[in-house]
């Protein structure tokens, strides 16, 4: 008797379970036809959100231009505006396909802890954005270099996380804000006048007052060289294989590196032209002989 009740069982069981199997197949094309309506949707929502998206940040960076606001501020508002802008459409997005947001909500507070783990360097680097745009040590097009990481070059960016240089050999620095804003930052474009100091060597037998007078010569002679500062030419050390003077002169930032190499490269010209040698290493080597040599035989 019970193994009757037990075959009747799995009779209607297996009758159950191929009317449920029909059923679905008969709802598939519907749910895949409402499914696939959904994901065109959420595309035609993306693309027109790209270009709102757009249309707002070209808004904002037009009425910041007319604020005359700083470049860097621009560029920081404009990086945390589109990522804001764009999380907000991804919710939207996912709460068409039936995901509350209020719970995602919840799911991210209650693994806060976490989330700030493992995020923790993206928000001092954030916190480091915004010291910096308060703070002002520098600017967009200044150029500028780090102590603590040995990079130089002239601002290109200041966005959301990191901060873009462009290095004089024309390659692209990307730093962290986090580590700019605990850095030694060296400002060379704060002021507009910047020193320059060429060391020049030269041998031992050439007279240094000589060599002063052909040097200064080239800096008088030189229209990049500001007369308002001073100019000077010293001895800065007397090295192994010749004397090192120290060529100082100031001029405009914007001129600086040109009149750099031009003033090096003049400096050598005429030290040749006075007859004065720049020395190179040389080594002098004393043999000192024996009184009696050996014997071999």
């Known amino acids: 008797m019970d193994q009757q009740f037990a075959g ?24 895949a036809l409402r499914f ?30 007319r604020g005359n606001a700083d470049i860097g501020v621009m560029q920081f508002l404009d990086s945390f505006i589109k990522a804001t802008m764009y999380t907000i459409l991804v919710f939207m997005i996912a709460s068409g396909f039936g995901l509350d947001a209020t719970s995602v909500v919840a799911l991210l507070g209650s693994a806060g802890v976490a989330i700030g783990l493992a995020i923790q360097g993206s928000l001092s680097n954030f916190a480091g954005g915004v010291l ?3 703070l002002k040590p520098f600017r967009v097009d200044d150029y500028i270099k780090v102590d603590n990481e040995g990079h130089e070059g002239t601002v290109k960016e200041i966005q959301l996380f990191y901060t873009k240089l462009s290095t004089p050999n024309n390659h692209v620095v990307i730093i962290p804000n986090g580590a700019l804003s605990n850095s030694s930052i060296l400002n060379m474009s704060t002021l507009t006048e ?30 990049a060289v500001l007369t308002s500062q001073d100019r000077r030419v010293f001895v800065e050390e007397l090295a192994e294989s010749g004397v090192s003077l120290n060529v100082r002169c100031w001029a405009d930032k914007d001129d600086f590196w040109e009149c750099k190499w031009r003033i090096t490269e003049k400096v050598k010209y005429a030290l040749d032209d006075a007859g004065i040698a720049i020395p190179y290493p040389q080594l002098d080597v004393h043999v000192k002989g024996s009184e009696s040599s050996p014997d071999y035989s």
């Open 8 to 31: 009747l069982e799995q009779i209607a069981q297996e009758e159950i379970d191929v009317g449920m199997l029909q059923t679905y197949l008969q709802q598939l094309p519907d749910k």
């Open 36 to 65: 696939g309506v959904r994901v065109l949707l959420a595309l035609v929502v993306f693309l027109v959100g790209v270009q709102v998206i757009k249309i707002v940040r070209k808004v904002i960076r037009r009425s910041l231009k």
């Open 132 to 134: 910096i745009l308060l």
């Open 194 to 223: 910047r020193r320059m100091d060429i060391s020049v060597s030269i041998s031992y037998d050439a007279d240094i007052r000589q060599a002063r007078e052909v040097i200064m010569r080239v800096l008088e002679e030189d229209e």
